[in-house]
């Protein structure tokens, strides 16, 4: 169930114990539209997640991560620019987010990784395969 909390950001009562707690932000960085709006409606529709702001390139990234800081960054391996690794490598050294997971067309995501995503996850997974990542990069 969802819940407004008294500094006006949503929250959710846990089923297991009625505790509140707030909601993952999220940070959608694909380059393409239709990934990203996809991306962007799946999590919005999914209890747990917020999503703060949307990038199709590398600078949009950095700037919508400078400003609002989200819990998590969905990063695209392949953002235009200077890469979605250079990305990668400057959220997390600026620390703009706690969590990234870096999105990828190939099978391999070795070089995100070495960049400093968390996890990563092939383009085209199935969506219950996609939120399950998410959600086990949070936790861990």
Not at 9 to 26: D, K, M, Y
């Amino acid at each position: 169930m969802r819940v407004t909390l008294r500094n006006g950001a949503l929250g959710h009562v846990s089923s297991a114990n009625g505790a509140v707690r707030t909601p993952t932000t999220v940070l959608v960085a694909v380059q393409s539209y239709e990934i990203r709006e996809g991306l962007v409606a799946m999590l919005s529709a999914r209890e747990g997640f917020q999503v703060v702001g949307e990038a199709s390139t590398c600078e949009e990234a950095l700037d919508v991560a400078r400003t609002h800081h989200p819990h998590l960054a969905l990063i695209d391996q392949e953002l235009p620019g200077l890469g979605g690794c250079w990305t990668i490598r400057a959220v997390q050294n600026e620390r703009l987010a706690q969590v990234i997971v870096a999105l990828g067309r190939r099978a391999d995501g070795v070089l995100a990784e070495v960049a400093g995503a968390q996890a990563y996850v092939q383009m085209g997974t199935a969506p219950r395969e996609l939120l399950s990542t998410l959600e086990a990069a949070i936790q861990a």
